[in-house]
């Protein structure tokens, strides 16, 4: 804290509330002696997690090679592999975290350490021979890492191949139960307090981070709008409407919709310098069409299996659901005003989600209903 500048007041403050402190176990009625803590924060305190922060924050300056991001007590640190060498400097960086834990007196739980590797070439033979995983391999002081096909990431579960479904799958079956459990509890079926159940209780699970796993294959968008069809057939004055029609009795929006305006959200925040621009997301100002964005080229390198993953990442699908807005909304600077005509402007597009025995138009997705020739006067003619 004295390296931060903080005032010397406030270190003496705070070393006299860390010092000092004991605790007691009481076991069938049985106290404990009273141990001594000596390291660590008091749970459930305000300044715990602050003081985690400022004592972990120096954690980055020790890898040099490698991108290291941090949340909370939880770290990942990365690189793009393309020879021996580079995977010497991730094993380098990799050995530095373990000696800064060491040096802070700070054990890492190394049984914990996952490692997941992403290919760009999905058609390497080298891969799937037996040694592979010996070429491909990293140690810490507990031995090898084994590379794992999924893991879950701050709730996110990540698949090796960039595949959604494993997640899809995942917070539906969730969603279905916490729905059950609502179902179960609340006998009234009232749409005022069905949907304000569904809004805070299910749909946030099935919402939860997804302008990063935003999927496309349509049986993994299917099976989400299952749980929102499913919610909305048993709300009273519903159930004899199809679920395209319930949409708009109850003036709710697509599951999918929903993600497509989140990535927006998420893509003006990132214009305002609200949020870290990691992905270096440019934008230009043009006479007609108002703020757009530049998509990023895939470069000529890359690998044919990779165009898919490149067109649904957020990267590229952040910009170009950007570029579909009209200029009387994407020049708009207040982030709250923006929220709402981007939300009335979407109401006014017609949202008929993929879902199983419906025929539909197209994919339903902005991009789409944009080059619909009968819509094209919503986006206010010139603007398009």
């Given at each position: 804290?004295?390296?931060?500048?903080?005032?010397?007041?406030?270190?003496r403050?705070?070393s006299?509330?860390?010092?000092?402190?004991?605790?007691?176990?009481?076991?069938?009625?049985?106290?404990?002696?009273?141990?001594l803590?000596?390291s660590?924060?008091?749970?459930?305190?305000?300044?715990?997690?602050?003081l985690?922060?400022?004592?972990?924050?120096?954690?980055t300056?020790?890898?040099?090679?490698s991108?290291?991001?941090?949340?909370?007590?939880?770290?990942?640190?990365?690189?793009?592999?393309?020879?021996?060498e580079?995977m010497?400097?991730l094993?380098?960086d990799?050995?530095?975290?373990?000696e800064?834990s060491?040096?802070?007196?700070?054990?890492l739980h190394?049984?914990?350490?996952?490692?997941?590797?992403?290919?760009?070439?999905?058609?390497n033979l080298?891969?799937?021979l037996?040694f592979?995983?010996?070429i491909?391999?990293?140690?810490?002081?507990?031995?090898?890492?084994?590379?794992?096909?999924?893991?879950?990431?701050?709730?996110?579960?990540?698949?090796?191949?960039?595949?959604?479904?494993?997640?899809?799958?995942a917070?539906?079956?969730?969603?279905?139960?916490k729905?059950?459990?609502?179902?179960?509890?609340?006998?009234?079926?009232?749409?005022?307090?069905?949907?304000?159940?569904?809004?805070?209780?299910?749909?946030?699970?099935?919402?939860?981070?997804?302008?990063?796993?935003?999927?496309?294959?349509?049986?993994?968008?299917?099976?989400?709008?299952?749980?929102?069809?499913?919610?909305?057939?048993?709300?009273?004055?519903?159930?004899?409407l199809?679920?395209?029609?319930?949409?708009?009795?109850?003036?709710?929006?697509?599951?999918?919709?929903?993600?497509?305006?989140?990535?927006?959200?998420?893509?003006?925040?990132?214009?305002?310098?609200?949020?870290?621009?990691?992905?270096r997301?440019e934008?230009?100002?043009?006479?007609r069409?108002?703020?757009k964005?530049?998509?990023p080229?895939?470069?000529?390198?890359?690998?044919?299996?990779?165009?898919?993953?490149?067109?649904?990442s957020?990267?590229?699908?952040?910009?170009?659901?950007?570029?579909c807005?009209?200029?009387?909304?994407?020049?708009?600077?207040?982030?709250?005003?923006?929220?709402?005509?981007?939300?009335?402007?979407?109401m006014?597009?017609p949202?008929?989600?993929p879902?199983?025995?419906?025929?539909?138009?197209?994919?339903?997705?902005?991009?789409?209903?944009?080059?619909?020739?009968?819509?094209?006067?919503?986006?206010?003619?010139q603007?398009?």
């Amino acid at each position: 804290m004295s390296r931060y500048g903080i005032h010397p007041k406030i270190i003496r403050w705070i070393s006299s509330f860390l010092s000092g402190r004991t605790q007691e176990v009481v076991v069938e009625g049985y106290l404990s002696f009273a141990a001594l803590i000596i390291s660590g924060v008091p749970q459930g305190t305000v300044l715990g997690p602050i003081l985690f922060l400022i004592f972990i924050n120096d954690i980055t300056q020790c890898v040099s090679n490698s991108v290291i991001r941090c949340f909370a007590d939880d770290t990942r640190i990365m690189r793009p592999i393309a020879t021996s060498e580079e995977m010497s400097f991730l094993q380098d960086d990799l050995d530095k975290v373990v000696e800064w834990s060491i040096r802070n007196n700070m054990a890492l739980h190394e049984d914990k350490f996952e490692y997941m590797a992403h290919s760009c070439n999905r058609n390497n033979l080298l891969e799937h021979l037996p040694f592979c995983s010996d070429i491909y391999q990293y140690s810490t002081n507990k031995g090898s890492l084994t590379p794992v096909d999924q893991l879950r990431d701050l709730g996110v579960t990540v698949c090796s191949d960039l595949n959604w479904t494993t997640h899809v799958k995942a917070i539906a079956d969730k969603a279905r139960q916490k729905a059950a459990w609502l179902f179960s509890v609340f006998h009234t079926r009232s749409s005022t307090t069905m949907l304000t159940l569904y809004k805070s209780l299910v749909r946030s699970l099935l919402e939860y981070c997804c302008p990063v796993w935003n999927p496309k294959k349509i049986s993994d968008i299917q099976e989400l709008e299952g749980v929102q069809r499913t919610f909305t057939s048993r709300i009273a004055g519903c159930q004899e409407l199809d679920y395209w029609e319930r949409l708009q009795k109850l003036s709710l929006m697509s599951l999918q919709r929903r993600r497509e305006r989140y990535i927006v959200l998420h893509v003006c925040r990132l214009r305002h310098g609200d949020v870290s621009n990691d992905i270096r997301i440019e934008f230009v100002e043009r006479p007609r069409t108002g703020i757009k964005a530049k998509i990023p080229p895939l470069k000529g390198t890359s690998a044919v299996g990779n165009q898919s993953l490149y067109d649904n990442s957020f990267a590229v699908m952040g910009p170009r659901l950007w570029n579909c807005l009209p200029a009387r909304i994407n020049t708009i600077e207040t982030f709250g005003l923006f929220k709402e005509r981007l939300t009335s402007f979407l109401m006014s597009i017609p949202d008929k989600p993929p879902v199983k025995g419906y025929s539909t138009q197209n994919s339903n997705s902005i991009l789409d209903w944009r080059k619909d020739a009968a819509t094209t006067d919503l986006w206010g003619g010139q603007d398009c």
